[in-house]
C-alpha cells in the first residue's frame, strides 16, 4: 500500500545563497520512501540564426536537495543533481545512507543556490511504500575472508544473489562486523554478525555492530553469560549453533544462557541435524516455545554446500534487518532444503502463522498451503503425542490441505522427500510450530 503527500515551496529571490529546512511528517510502519521535487529551472527562448531559430535554455534557478532524520543526522545531500531519491533501510539513492524510517518529524535540506528575480515555485511529492507481510528466504550462518571462508563480502553476498536469497547473515568467527562495513547489493538485506566461538560451542549474534564490549574468550560460566547478556542487551539475536556438531558441540547449560532460537538445521541434513531437532522436540513437549531456524555454515562450495543449503524462510513485514529478526524471534519462519524447496503458508483462525498461539478449543483448525512438492513427497504433522503423515503427494504441484487439533498444544510441519534412491528419506521443509493453548 501506499500513500503520498505533496509540499509546496515558494522561494523568494531574496532567499538565493541560503539554506534552511522544510519539515514533513514520516507515518509508521513505512518500509520505504521515494521523493521526487519539480521547479522551473530553465527559461526558453527563441533565437535568430542565420537558416532559422535556435531555442536557448537560460538557468534561472538552482535548488539543492537533501535529507534529514528525526534524530538531526543527515540522511544524505544530492544538490541539484538528482529530482528524485529513494530511501528505505536496506538500500537509497548514491549518495544517500540506508536507514530505517522511523515515524517523526522529518527534513528536507533547502538549498537555494540560485533563484530568480521574480522567486520560483518547488513542488515535493513524498511517496510512502508501507509495510506488509511478505516471504523472504536467506542464510543466516556464513563465513568471509574475514575468518576462514574463501570470498569477500561482496563476492558472498553476489554469489547468494544468484542462489536466489534474500537476506544474509555474515558470522566470521569472533571477528564483528559493522553495518556499515558491509557492502550494498541489490535485492539482497545483508545482516551484521559474529559467530561466538568456543571451544564448549557456538552462537551466532545478529543484528549489532558490537554484541560485547570485552573480548570474544570466557573461561568460566559467569564470563559467557556476561557475553550473551550484553549481546541480548544490545538487541541482537542470539541463535545456538549446531548443538550437536562433532567436535563443536554446545556445552553450556541452555537454562542459563539468553537465546532466540536453536540452529538445527546446521548443512546438509545429518546425523547432528537430527540429534539437534530431537532435542527441540524436547523443549516443546515441556511447553518452551523456542524458534528454530537454519544455516548453511558455508565456507566455500563442497558437494551439497552452498549459499542458502539449507535457506531459512521469514514472513517478515519488511526486509528490513529489524524486521526479520524480529520474524525470527517470533518463530515467523521454515526451513527448507534449498531456495528452490517448497514453500509453506499455515494458518489457524483469522491472523496466527508460524510461531503465533491461538486459543484451543475456539480455533481448532490449521489450514496448510503447500507449493513445489514433488511426486510422493509426505507430509507429516507433528505434535507432542503423535507424528502423521496427512498428504502423500501424487504428483508435482501444489497442495492445501487441513488439519484438526483434537488437543491444546503444538503442531509443527514436516515435508518428507526421497532426493535419491537408495537412500532413506529426508527433511525437506521444517516448519516451526502454530500453538494451541488451553484457556484457563
Given at each position: 500500500?501506499?500513500?503520498?503527500?505533496?509540499?509546496?515551496?515558494?522561494?523568494?529571490?531574496?532567499?538565493?545563497?541560503?539554506?534552511?529546512?522544510?519539515?514533513f511528517t514520516m507515518p509508521p510502519d513505512v518500509e520505504s520512501m521515494v521523493l521526487r521535487y519539480s521547479y522551473d529551472r530553465h527559461i526558453e527562448s527563441e533565437r535568430p540564426v542565420e537558416r532559422g531559430t535556435f531555442i536557448a535554455r537560460e538557468e534561472v534557478n538552482i535548488i539543492d536537495l537533501g535529507l534529514i532524520s528525526p534524530d538531526?543526522?543527515?540522511?544524505?545531500?544530492?544538490?541539484?543533481?538528482?529530482?528524485?531519491?529513494?530511501?528505505?533501510?536496506?538500500?537509497?539513492?548514491?549518495?544517500?545512507?540506508?536507514c530505517s524510517l522511523v515515524p517523526g518529524r522529518w527534513q528536507i535540506i533547502v538549498g537555494a543556490y540560485k533563484v530568480a528575480p521574480g522567486g520560483v515555485n518547488v513542488t515535493y511529492e513524498i511517496t510512502f511504500t508501507f509495510k506488509r507481510l511478505r516471504l523472504l528466504k536467506g542464510d543466516l550462518h556464513t563465513h568471509t575472508v574475514g575468518s576462514d571462508g574463501v570470498f569477500t563480502a561482496a563476492e558472498l553476498g553476489r554469489r547468494a544473489r544468484l542462489h536466489g536469497l534474500d537476506f544474509l547473515a555474515i558470522t566470521d568467527h569472533n571477528q564483528m562486523v559493522s553495518r556499515q562495513s558491509l557492502p550494498r547489493i541489490e535485492g539482497l538485506t545483508l545482516i551484521p554478525?559474529?559467530?561466538?566461538?568456543?571451544?564448549?560451542?557456538?552462537?551466532?549474534?545478529?543484528?549489532?555492530?558490537?554484541?560485547?564490549?570485552?573480548?570474544?574468550?570466557?573461561?568460566?560460566?559467569?564470563e559467557v553469560r556476561r557475553r550473551f547478556q550484553s549481546a541480548r542487551e544490545r538487541g541482537a539475536l542470539i541463535m545456538i549453533n549446531h548443538p550437536f556438531e562433532e567436535g563443536n558441540e554446545f556445552q553450556f547449560d541452555l537454562e542459563e544462557l539468553p537465546f532466540d532460537c536453536l540452529n538445527v538445521w546446521n548443512g546438509p541434513m545429518r546425523m547432528q541435524n537430527f540429534q539437534a531437532v530431537a532435542l527441540w522436540q524436547s523443549m516443546l513437549e515441556q511447553g518452551k516455545k523456542v524458534p528454530i531456524c537454519g544455516g548453511s555454515d558455508y565456507h566455500r562450495d563442497m558437494p551439497f554446500l552452498y549459499p542458502g543449503a539449507p535457506a531459512t524462510c521469514?514472513?517478515?513485514?519488511?526486509?528490513?534487518?529489524?524486521?526479520?529478526?524480529?520474524?525470527?524471534?517470533?518463530?515467523?519462519?521454515?526451513?527448507?532444503?534449498?531456495?528452490?524447496?517448497?514453500?509453506?503458508?499455515m494458518r489457524a483462525g483469522e491472523e496466527a502463522i508460524l510461531g503465533d498461539t491461538v486459543p484451543w478449543p475456539e480455533v481448532r483448525e490449521m489450514e496448510i498451503y503447500l507449493e513445489g512438492l514433488q511426486a510422493g513427497d509426505k507430509v507429516q504433522v507433528i505434535t507432542a503425542r503423535k507424528s502423521e503423515t496427512i498428504l502423500e503427494a501424487p504428483a508435482p504441484g501444489s497442495y492445501r490441505t487441513t488439519y484438526i487439533m483434537e488437543e491444546p498444544g503444538f503442531a509443527r510441519l514436516v515435508v518428507m522427500r526421497l532426493f535419491l534412491p537408495g537412500i532413506p528419506e529426508l527433511p525437506a521443509l521444517l516448519s516451526n510450530p502454530i500453538y494451541f493453548e488451553e484457556r484457563c
Open positions: 500500500m501506499q500513500e503520498k503527500l505533496e509540499l509546496q515551496l515558494f522561494i523568494e529571490h531574496e532567499q538565493q545563497g541560503t539554506y534552511f529546512t522544510l519539515p538531526g543526522k543527515q540522511v544524505g545531500a544530492s544538490g541539484s543533481d538528482k529530482r528524485e531519491i529513494f530511501i528505505s533501510e536496506t538500500d537509497a539513492t548514491p549518495g544517500y545512507n540506508p554478525g559474529i559467530e561466538w566461538t568456543h571451544y564448549r560451542g557456538h552462537a551466532n549474534f545478529l543484528g549489532v555492530d558490537r554484541p560485547y564490549d570485552e573480548p570474544f574468550f570466557a573461561n568460566t560460566p559467569e521469514v514472513y517478515a513485514r519488511s526486509a528490513g534487518v529489524e524486521d526479520i529478526l524480529e520474524a525470527l524471534r517470533r518463530g515467523h519462519a521454515y526451513i527448507i532444503y534449498a531456495p528452490d524447496g517448497p514453500t509453506l503458508e
